[in-house]
């Protein structure tokens, strides 16, 4: 019965526009009433954790899921997930946490991007030491 299920996990066109959606939607989270916007973020973070750790079917792509951990540092999305952690549900946390978790492990060209992303802005760490 999986098959119901495939046209709504269908892969997006790019890495470019998972991020950007999602970037969009935890943007309109400040903006929209709370339950749609809230709903359009953990959506997209739930394809974002199917993108970075494949579904059980099918295995992740690491070209894909490098470009996407480039794009999620040069957009300034990490500190968007930080900033946007306690209006998130429970689901919605344990899918970005682990997303996190895949995304810190990341290495491209003998650097780990978000490590030095979150280096750069040290601030997200004091953010997650209080909340």
Known sequence: MSFFFRAASR???SQQDLVR???DSLLALDTKTG???LEDV???IFTLRQTLSGDGEVEPNQDHVLQIALEICKE???S?????LPSLG???RKDLAHCWCILL????DESHCCVQYIENHVDLLDFLVVW
Do not use: D, M, T
């Open 11 to 13: 892969p997006r066109s």
């Open 21 to 23: 959606s999602i970037k």
């Open 35 to 37: 339950a749609k916007a």
């Open 42 to 44: 953990e959506k997209n």
């Open 76 to 78: 300034g999305v990490l």
């Open 80 to 84: 968007l997930f930080v900033q946007n």
């Open 90 to 92: 429970w689901e919605g």
């Open 105 to 108: 492990r990341q290495k491209v």
